[in-house]
């Protein structure tokens, strides 16, 4: 999933930082998301600088703390509410106050995740479905104390 969502964004203009814990992970997502790409140009269904300028946008990060200027992070770990409670945990302390922190989960509770957060108000899900490049839609879910 989160293969899918970087490539979404990177096709859409957005600079996309990526990190993965387990290493080497994030720069094949990064190399598929290119090879994907570079079938569609293929085809003639993307031009071949727009391929390069989206793979261009993804940027592979290899801690959290790069994650610090961002406005906006969606989590696509697995599907374990402790997991996500620690990474926003840690996320917390990372990124600027404003910065909003999206989980990808399509069956977590997002105030149960937002409860580990200092600030739960900037805490929301952002459902993507599968496949991510291929279904146009996401699912934009509130908890409790999300803000408006």
Do not use: W
């Amino acid at each position: 999933m989160g293969r899918g969502i970087a490539q979404v964004l990177a096709q859409s203009g957005v600079r996309a930082l990526v990190f993965d814990a387990q290493p080497g992970a994030a720069q094949k997502g990064r190399a598929a998301i290119g090879d994907a790409l570079g079938k569609l140009a293929e085809k003639g269904r993307l031009k071949p600088a727009d391929v390069d300028a989206a793979v261009g946008r993804i940027e592979v990060v290899d801690k959290l703390e790069r994650f610090s200027p961002c406005h906006f992070v969606v989590e696509a770990i697995i599907e374990d509410l402790g997991a996500k409670r620690a990474l926003f945990s840690q996320l917390e302390g990372i990124v600027a106050e404003g910065c909003v922190l999206a989980s990808n989960t399509s069956s977590l509770s997002v105030t149960e995740m937002a409860a580990a957060c200092k600030r739960p108000e900037r805490v929301a899900g952002y459902h993507f479905f599968n496949p991510v490049p291929v279904m146009k839609i996401v699912e934009v879910v509130d908890g409790v104390l999300t803000a408006p």
